[in-house]
């Protein structure tokens, strides 16, 4: 069973900056995606951010300019550098990785809030 560990979430005021990580327990075969998602309290889950196998990536517009997704694929590692924070970035942000095959595997969730 593959579990994804996140960390790097936590307080922080506007304008502020934070990287999440995720890392995979082990290595992940024939992976298609690896995202990041956000859910605040009374909302739907959303996309934040999403890069692909060939590294093509793409971002939910309230972010673009401002957060940047990258990989480590010898660590099974995805980041998010978040800058430029706003209260409405104040979610829990989860880590997904998704194969090939359809199999797909989340993270536990990290808080991060915005608040001055």
């Known amino acids: 069973q593959v579990r994804l560990v996140e960390s790097g979430g936590g307080l922080v005021q506007p304008g502020g900056s934070l990287r999440l990580s995720c890392a995979a327990s082990?290595?992940?075969?024939?992976?298609?995606?690896m995202g990041w998602y956000r859910q605040a309290p009374g909302k739907q889950r959303e996309l934040v951010a999403v890069i692909f196998s060939g590294g093509m990536t793409n971002y939910a517009d309230s972010v673009k300019d401002r957060f940047t997704i990258s990989r480590d694929n010898a660590k099974n590692t995805v980041y998010l550098q978040m800058n430029s924070l706003k209260v409405e970035d104040t979610a829990v942000y989860y880590c997904?990785?998704?194969?090939?095959?359809?199999?797909?595997?989340w993270g536990q969730g990290t808080q991060v809030t915005v608040s001055s």
């Open positions: 997904n990785m998704v194969r090939v095959s359809g199999d797909d595997y």
């Open positions: 082990r290595n992940i075969f024939s992976l298609y995606a």
